[in-house]
């Protein structure tokens, strides 16, 4: 099966697949560290960065068009010295995952269901309304555990950073799901490289922002007593 997904969906279908069937979102304590690693990879492809091991170099600053992602590009700017990958995933953003949020629900993909619980608390359950959209997402992460094939840059990340923070551990559940987790894994970092199509730097990138992902999530996981 070929599956073909776009770099700039990359932010959003880590949101959807995000998304419970009861309206909550897997691995929330995680789910910025994979936004941020997004980030990093859509401004290396969008030429804006250039990624030399751990380093982030900036190499133009002219906005991209996409708010969070300029504010993203604003942020990697202005230091004393340039900032490392591990440093801009693991960093504080206030409600970067709300904001992402927003982003769908003004899109139209999906929607918020406010209520309350035990008669005053207030929460918020999240509606997909464009199922194709999540199921296009988890194609493709079907399509990497399934093939043994040449990996687009897109598909790389998708399939890293979902296993960075856990995502797939909810997309591919259980014992049964171990063999789809693995290669998920293995092949993120194994095949990145290998579409004659994808820039060294971007392939750079996302083995960064994967490597980056991977620490925050584990150093999270840690401080709650155990990997979800």
């Given at each position: ?120 608390i207030p929460v918020t ?104």
């Amino acid at each position: 099966m070929v599956i073909v997904t776009a770099m700039d969906d990359l932010a959003a279908d880590l949101m959807l697949l995000a998304v419970r069937r009861d309206g909550r979102l897997d691995v929330s304590s995680k789910l910025r560290f994979g936004l941020a690693g997004s980030e990093l990879v859509r401004l290396t492809a969008a030429r804006r960065l250039d990624v030399a091991g751990d380093t982030i170099v900036v190499i133009d600053t002219a906005p991209t068009g996409d708010p969070l992602l300029d504010e993203a590009l604003s942020l990697m700017t202005g230091g004393k010295s340039p900032p490392t990958a591990r440093a801009y995933v693991a960093r504080a953003r206030p409600r970067l995952v709300q904001r992402y949020l927003a982003r769908l629900r003004d899109d139209g993909i999906i929607q918020a269901d406010r209520r309350t619980v035990l008669g005053f608390i207030p929460v918020t359950r999240w509606v997909v309304v464009d199922t194709g959209r999540t199921a296009r997402a988890r194609a493709t992460l079907q399509a990497v555990a399934q093939g043994t094939g040449t990996l687009e840059p897109a598909q790389a990340a998708l399939a890293g950073l979902a296993s960075a923070i856990g995502l797939a551990s909810y997309v591919f559940p259980g014992v049964a799901g171990v063999p789809a987790r693995k290669r998920l894994k293995e092949a993120a970092i194994g095949d990145a490289a290998t579409d004659a199509a994808a820039s060294a730097t971007t392939e750079a990138a996302i083995m960064a922002s994967i490597s980056a992902a991977t620490a925050a999530a584990t150093a999270v996981a840690s401080r709650a007593g155990g990997f979800h």
